[in-house]
């Protein structure tokens, strides 16, 4: 019988995870039955929701408790299949979590044609955090060219693609980032006008210098200070896109207290709240336009890939910690 090695989680972590939080475990590989397929995992994506999920503060999955393998979106290899969509062999985006092998019943599951890009991006700037900036900048934000577009979080895969997308639609583009190695990659590798580091410089100086025409759409993944912070440099008829708030997702008490509403006013400002899930029936728009930017030359990325399924609550660790530079992965196995 073949060994199906797993991270699960042990205890619930208060404030920040640590990988004692997670333990290693081994169940056997699962046979799939009838309209299943298993697959092999190849890259496990991390993603600041699962933060959520453990805490049980998750809008839509089942929180993970003691015991469970940690959730997780997946880049697998199909190895046996009784699905009638589904080969050996096909690479598909699912949900495996933390283990080497699942079983699945086909459902939002998407395949890829590796022939597009590296398979690894399909959960990354090809994949939800993609769509992500994707619906919030084309439905939400509504750029138009000329305008100044600050994203926070911006070497990560959602606020990458922003700031690309913004980009492509001829605005000025501002990052908001934790380091000078992330400014730089920002500015040098993804063409962003200017980055302002926030542990470095003082936020609302360095918005004046580098937003003179004020800032018409600010695309939030952080929430905190620096929202409050952006809300003072409004252009008048800014859109301001709340897409997360990874500075309270280790709080497990009271929410701090949130920013002062009244520049929003000063600026008839729409503010709009943005969740992936409602985009799902846009997937194949997205795929389409995003892959005929990637093979223009358009869409550039970075990926922070910690090697082997063991490595897996570290690298979650870190990224909780804001450590990550990229999008944040574990590297499982090669395709056969
Ligand atoms: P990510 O940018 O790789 O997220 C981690 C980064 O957040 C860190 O590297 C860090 O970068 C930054 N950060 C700022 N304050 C932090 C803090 N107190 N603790 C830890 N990290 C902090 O991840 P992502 O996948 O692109 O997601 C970006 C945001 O979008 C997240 O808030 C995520 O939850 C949200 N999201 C929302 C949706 C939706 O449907 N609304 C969908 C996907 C993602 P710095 O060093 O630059 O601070």
């Not at 301001?240 to 006013?265: K, R, S, W």
């Not at 930017?293 to 910690?321: H, I, Q, S, T």
Request: net charge negative; glycine share 10%; with cysteine.
């Amino acid at each position: 019988m073949m060994t199906n090695h797993q991270i699960v989680l042990k205890d619930f972590p208060e404030g920040v995870p640590e990988p004692g939080h997670f333990a290693a475990a081994k169940a056997s590989v699962p046979e799939p039955g009838d309209g299943e397929y298993l697959s092999r995992t190849l890259y496990i994506s991390l993603d600041p929701y699962v933060r959520g999920v453990i805490t049980g503060k998750h809008m839509y999955e089942d929180r993970v408790t003691p015991g469970d393998v940690i959730i997780g979106r997946t880049v697998s290899q199909v190895v046996t299949s009784r699905h009638s969509d589904f080969a050996p062999g096909d690479i598909v985006v699912d949900a495996n979590g933390w283990q080497q092998y699942a079983v699945c019943n086909g459902e939002n599951v998407r395949k890829l044609d590796p022939a597009v890009a590296p398979i690894s991006t399909a959960v990354g700037i090809l994949g939800m955090p993609g769509l992500t900036a994707y619906a919030g900048m084309t439905y939400l934000a509504k750029p138009r060219a000329g305008e100044t577009l600050v994203v926070s979080a911006a070497a990560g895969p959602v606020g990458t693609m922003v700031g690309q997308i913004g980009k492509i639609h001829g605005c000025r583009v501002v990052g908001i980032a934790g380091s000078d190695e992330k400014c730089a990659m920002v500015t040098e590798h993804l063409g962003f006008d200017a980055c302002i580091n926030y542990k470095t410089q003082d936020l609302r100086e360095a918005l004046v210098a580098a937003c003179p025409d004020k800032i018409d759409i600010y695309f939030d993944n952080v929430a905190g200070d620096t929202l409050a912070a952006v809300m003072t440099r409004l252009a008048l008829g800014a859109r301001i896109v709340l897409c997360g708030m990874i500075t309270q997702y280790n709080i497990t008490g009271a929410p701090p207290p949130g920013p002062n509403l009244a520049p929003i006013v000063g600026a008839r400002a729409h503010v709009h709240g943005l969740v992936v899930y409602d985009y799902y029936d846009r997937w194949d728009e997205f795929e389409r336009q995003a892959a005929e930017w990637f093979a223009a030359g358009k869409l550039n990325y970075k990926e922070d890939v910690a090697e082997g399924l063991a490595a897996a609550p570290e690298a979650f660790c870190r990224l909780m910690r804001g450590e990550n530079f990229g999008k944040a992965l574990v590297h499982v196995g090669d395709p056969e």
